[in-house]
Nanobody, 127 residues
Framework: QAQLVESGGGLVQPGGSLRLSCAASGLTLEDYAIGWFRQAPGKEREGVAC????????SYRSTVKGRFTISRDNAKNTAYLQMDDLKPEDTDAYYCAVHVVGLSTICILNPANVNYWGQGTQVTVSS
């Protein structure tokens, strides 16, 4: 059974950093593109960043570009989201997800394309 488990969330002050991890089991991560999404209560889930299956291509939401970095280690079946210069508006539940893409060189930052979701980890940015 495929499972994605996020970790690394927590409370951080504005300007601080967090590194989220996504550990996969029951699937071979290199077969999938990976996306990080976030969602606040009562709002739609939105894409934050994605990375192609071989790691050669990434895409970011405009509001996090230059502050967040997505990466993956296929040998460890794990993905990461490094979040720097965090702002209060980054406060959300963050979800790891994987999706199948026909090409290993692209990823799609759209919840409708997701094959598997993690359970989420809360990130709170507050002084």
């Amino acid at each position: 059974q495929a499972q994605l488990v996020e970790s690394g969330g927590g409370l951080v002050q504005p300007g601080g950093s967090l590194r989220l991890s996504c550990a996969a089991s029951g699937l071979t991560l290199e077969d999938y593109a990976i996306g990080w999404f976030r969602q606040a209560p009562g709002k739609e889930r939105e894409g934050v960043a994605c990375i192609s299956s071989r790691g050669g291509s990434t895409s970011y939401r405009s509001t996090v570009k230059g502050r967040f970095t997505i990466s993956r280690d296929n040998a460890k079946n794990t993905a990461y989201l490094q979040m720097d210069d965090l702002k209060p508006e980054d406060t959300d539940a963050y979800y790891c997800a994987v999706h199948v893409v026909g090409l290993s060189t692209i990823c799609i930052l759209n919840p409708a394309n997701v094959n598997y979701w993690g359970q989420g980890t809360q990130v709170t940015v507050s002084s």
